[in-house]
Nanobody
Framework: QVQLVESGGGLVQPGGSLRLSCAAS????????MRWYRQAPGKERELVAF????????RYADSVKGRFTISRENAKNTVFLQMNTLKPEDTAVYYC???????????WGQGTQVTVSS
């Protein structure tokens, strides 16, 4: 059974930090590209960060460049999103996504809420 379980969300003040984790199981994690998406109320889901299967190539949305860092530990089947200097506009539900380049399949986590507010 495939599972992606996000954790680490919560309420934080502007300028603060959070570290999201996504634990994967039920598929060969090291063969999948991992992505973090977010969806704010009333807005479309947007891609925040991408990391390739080896973990040596990353990309970010312009809105989070220099503040967010995506990383992965293939030995632990886990991907992370370190979020620093958080802003109120970062408030959203954050979703972990696994994309299989060869099979063109993907899996989604259930999401974790991040709220940035004073």
């Amino acid at each position: 059974q495939v599972q992606l379980v996000e954790s680490g969300g919560g309420l934080v003040q502007p300028g603060g930090s959070l570290r999201l984790s996504c634990a994967a199981s039920g598929f060969t994690f090291s063969r999948y590209v991992m992505r973090w998406y977010r969806q704010a109320p009333g807005k479309e889901r947007e891609l925040v960060a991408f990391i390739n299967s080896a973990g040596d190539s990353t990309r970010y949305a312009d809105s989070v460049k220099g503040r967010f860092t995506i990383s992965r530990e293939n030995a632990k089947n886990t991907v992370f999103l370190q979020m620093n200097t958080l802003k109120p506009e970062d408030t959203a539900v954050y979703y972990c996504n696994a994309f299989g380049v060869l099979l063109k399949n993907e899996y989604w986590g259930q999401g974790t809420q991040v709220t940035v507010s004073s």
